[in-house]
């Protein structure tokens, strides 16, 4: 799990070596924290963000896209 600090943002967090290492990967905590985050550009100071392990590459390749996809308007 990650604690959220001021200042930080999904992208910022995903793309840190002890959770992703990838920024393109924050769908992946998005996903996985659902239930505690209803905006992606809205996290707070102390939130537990949970990180999901363990994910195929066809996981991670599916939420990149999906994400990608969604941004363009698909």
């Known amino acids: ?4 600090q001021a200042g930080d943002h999904l992208w910022g967090i995903a793309s840190q070596p ?3 290492s990838d920024p393109y990967q924050w769908p ?3 996903k996985r924290n659902r239930s505690e985050i209803s905006d992606a550009d809205l996290i707070y100071p102390g939130q537990m963000i949970q990180i999901e392990r363990d994910l195929s590459d066809s996981q991670v390749q ?3 896209m999906h994400r990608a996809l969604a941004a363009r308007g698909r």
């Open 1 to 4: 799990a990650y604690v959220v």
């Open 18 to 20: 002890k959770v992703y």
């Open 28 to 30: 992946l905590l998005f």
């Open 62 to 64: 599916e939420a990149i």
